[in-house]
């Protein structure tokens, strides 16, 4: 098994072109080519973590977060950045990150947070824009099937919780193919008209390559007649943060109280607590205080991330509850969703999780 053979059936789920632009998700230290014997799952990659790596076999780490944010000017130990690298490069240990791009997917980060709160009717919190495509075609009325079939297997045709969406006109085709031809119908060197079906669809713009292979694949045209617009549309399936409700409202003192059990955080830093009861809940995994103007849009009850600073905790002016779990403790889970996707899909293959706590926080 080579690292890009794994590597890749985690861009499925999380392509690194959705990660954030200050990110540097992806392969950081080794080689696509190289073959893989264990995997270590882990949060964050720490010297503690190498050895662990080490100590087990393991020449290939997955992390959530990158130990290379910044641009390296030289490697002589002084850090623990470049003592980590040295490390890796010394051990032969390849090091792969899966950061904003896993935190922006539907089924990501925040997902697995809000399964772990008892949370249902999930949404993405903050839908990114200007990632959808429209593709239009023309074919044969007797090809449509075969050619809608082949664009939504490559990822077309999902709008929110539905798959399989289309839009069908019938009308009339014209062309004229020169003496160069092979025409599917008509004959060469004369006007045909055909009656064709024309197919529109959304798709994900990174999903635009495979999605005109799998178009050009099915479809009977020598030449196959297409267009692809630019959509201002919400994409709800990818953005930041995620919104769910408890299935039965209940008290917030109880509820925070279940985020501290779940979490095992050591203490919760929240604003001074409205007495109503909740029921529609955000969250946002690591630092998510960019999120609490849209919690506070979406009429959250309660919004739970990390790293909230003091003078942001005022923002909540009493319309609901912010609280602070951790910025370790809020993205812990990362480590067995990627755990959960590559044993689903290498069930015999050697796939660890990583018992090195790296929190850099303790509680007195």
């Known amino acids: 098994m080579k690292i890009k053979d794994i590597t890749s059936e985690l861009e499925k789920i999380a392509p690194l072109s959705l990660q ?21 799952i882990s949060l964050d990659v720490t010297e503690q973590v190498i050895e662990e790596a080490k100590s087990k076999g393991c020449n290939l780490i997955i992390s959530h977060h990158p130990v290379i944010f910044k641009g390296l000017k030289k490697i002589t130990g002084g850090n623990y950045v470049e003592r980590i690298i040295i490390a890796s490069i010394k051990n032969d240990i390849a090091l792969y990150a899966i950061h904003t ?21 999930k949404r993405i919190l903050s839908p990114k824009r200007e990632l959808l495509k429209k593709l239009v075609t023309f074919c044969p009325v007797d090809f449509a099937n075969k050619v809608r079939e082949a664009v ?35 004959e ?14 959304v798709f994900p713009v990174y999903k ?38 408890l299935k039965i409202e209940t008290d917030e003192v109880e509820f925070l109280n279940r985020v501290k059990k779940a979490t095992g955080v050591g203490c919760v830093r929240h604003t001074k607590l409205t007495g109503r009861k909740i029921k529609k809940i955000a969250v946002c995994g690591g630092s998510g ?35 602070d779990i951790g910025h370790y403790e809020s993205e812990q889970f990362a480590k067995d969703l990627i755990y959960s996707v590559l044993i689903k899909k290498f069930p015999n293959f050697a796939v660890l999780i990583s018992e090195v706590n790296t929190n850099v926080v303790n509680y007195l």
């Open 20 to 40: 954030e632009s200050y990110d540097n998700a992806g392969l950081i230290v080794g080689n696509g080519d190289m073959e893989v014997s264990k995997i270590l």
């Open 101 to 121: 791009n896993l935190d922006n997917v539907d089924q990501g980060v925040n997902s697995i947070l809000c399964d772990k709160f008892g949370l249902v009717n």
């Open 152 to 186: 939504f297997a490559a990822g077309a045709g999902k709008i929110g919780n539905y798959d399989n969406c289309s839009y069908n006109v019938a009308g009339t085709g014209s062309f004229r193919g020169s003496e160069e031809t092979n025409p599917f119908v008509g």
């Open 188 to 201: 060469k060197g004369k006007l045909h008209f055909e009656e064709e079906i024309r197919i529109e669809t």
């Open 208 to 245: 635009e390559r495979e999605i005109i292979t799998s178009l050009l694949n099915a479809h009977p045209y020598e030449e196959v007649a297409y267009d692809i617009y630019p959509l201002e549309n919400e994409f709800l399936l990818v953005g930041a943060g995620m919104t769910g409700e």
């Open 289 to 323: 205080s960019f999120l609490i103007g849209e919690a506070l849009r979406l009429d959250a009850d309660i919004y739970l991330t990390g790293d909230i600073k003091y003078h942001e905790f005022f923002d909540a002016e009493g319309k609901m509850v912010i609280a």
